[in-house]
Nanobody
Framework: QVQLVESGGGLVQAGGSLRLACAAS????????MGWFRQAPGKEREFVSG????????IFGDSVKGRFTISRDNAKATVYLQMNSLTPEDTAVYYC?????????????????????WGQGTQVTVPS
């Protein structure tokens, strides 16, 4: 079983920054590709970012590319999402996800079906 706990959400003004963290329990965290998704009210869950187990390969959704970065610290079993230049369109619940069914070098998935485990989410609010 893999448990994921997101933290770092909150209210931030437009143009500001926020860093989310996802702490994972699991025997071999470094083997897990990790991803971030978000879901705004009335919208489908949207891919935000993903990172390979070895941290080398990262991908981003078009809506956040150039503004967000993803990183991981396998020693701490934690993945981070650094969010910069936030806008009200970034307001959503952000979810961390893990995929155990990959090699260390496997590219992360950009789809919900590509992940095995999900956290409870953390709210990010950027007021207009």
């Amino acid at each position: 079983q893999v448990q994921l706990v997101e933290s770092g959400g909150g209210l931030v003004q437009a143009g500001g920054s926020l860093r989310l963290a996802c702490a994972a329990s699991g025997r071999t965290f470094s083997n897990y590709a990790m991803g971030w998704f978000r879901q705004a009210p009335g919208k489908e869950r949207e891919f935000v970012s993903g990172i390979s187990g070895n941290g080398i390969k990262t991908i981003f959704g078009d809506s956040v590319k150039g503004r967000f970065t993803i990183s991981r610290d396998n020693a701490k079993a934690t993945v981070y999402l650094q969010m910069n230049s936030l806008t009200p369109e970034d307001t959503a619940v952000y979810y961390c996800a893990a995929d155990r069914r990959v090699y260390l070098w496997s590219p992360p998935s950009s789809t919900e079906n590509g992940y095995d485990y999900w956290g409870q989410g953390t709210q990010v609010t950027v007021p207009s």
